[in-house]
């Protein structure tokens, strides 16, 4: 039972780069979402989406973008990095009802220089 | 809009002794209300949550937690500390029963509370 995979664990990009981090859920849940956690910040809402189609943007959602094409699948895109977006992201699902919990990967490290 | 206050940054206590984490609340109604263990290097473990019914709910490892909603607070406790629960605690906060589908999972974390636990 995989749960959440999120791909890569560590990058480092530079200043104006773009990339994708990857999350893929096995547990057909509908509910998705991103955080970034960033010291004494706890996490924050990127974006979310309760379903393949639709998405929303959550509390920061600048300079990210997401789509959801599949149930399984919620990638999380940089446009162009900068130093501001270095941070721990997590993606998290879960069924779509309020008292279902969310079950996040293990994260990955973006440091952009 | 949803908030949760950890007022303790970093908390340090003996292994074997009893342990409190503070959480306070913000939220119109009655909320669903959770914790979440991290260790380093690792994603968020659910350690327990509230819902409804009974204010005192019990999670993994030993831990419970007690809503109170005169005071809009769910500490997390913990009888007896062992060297294994070192990690960052976050208490979070999300739409309760009735708020509507789109609500649910947007879940507002605290800060988080490092705790440090001596031999």
């Known amino acids: 039972n995989a749960g959440v995979t999120q791909t890569p664990k560590f990058q480092v990009l530079k200043t104006g780069q773009s990339m994708t981090l990857q999350c893929a859920q096995d547990m057909n849940h509908e509910y998705m979402s991103w955080y970034r956690q960033d010291p004494g910040m706890g996490l924050r809402l990127i974006h979310y989406?309760?379903?393949?189609?639709?998405?929303d943007q959550g509390e920061v959602p600048n300079g990210y973008n997401v789509s959801r094409s599949t149930t399984e699948d919620f990638p999380l895109r940089l446009l162009s990095a900068a130093p501001s977006q270095t941070s721990v992201y997590f993606c998290a699902s879960s069924y779509r009802q309020g008292n279902s919990p969310l079950h996040f990967g293990n994260g990955t490290r973006l440091t952009v220089t | 809009a949803q908030s949760v206050t950890q007022p303790d940054i970093h908390i340090t206590v003996s292994e074997g002794a009893s342990l409190e984490l503070r959480c306070n609340y913000s939220?119109?109604?009655?909320?669903?209300l959770f914790w979440y263990v991290q260790s380093p290097g690792q994603g968020l473990q659910l350690l327990l949550k509230?819902?409804?019914?009974?204010?005192l709910v019990q999670g993994i490892k030993g831990f419970e937690a007690e809503f109170k909603r005169s005071q809009s607070s769910f500490n997390l406790r913990k009888p007896s500390v062992h060297w294994s629960d070192a990690a960052e605690y976050f208490c979070?906060?999300?739409?309760?029963?009735?708020?509507?589908?789109?609500?649910?999972?947007?879940?507002?974390f605290g800060q988080g509370t490092i705790l440090t636990v001596h031999p």
């Open positions: 989406s309760v379903g393949a189609g639709i998405t």
């Open positions: 939220y119109g109604a009655t909320p669903y």
């Open positions: 979070a906060v999300g739409a309760g029963e009735g708020a509507g589908g789109t609500s649910y999972g947007k879940l507002t």
């Open positions: 509230y819902f409804s019914g009974d204010t």
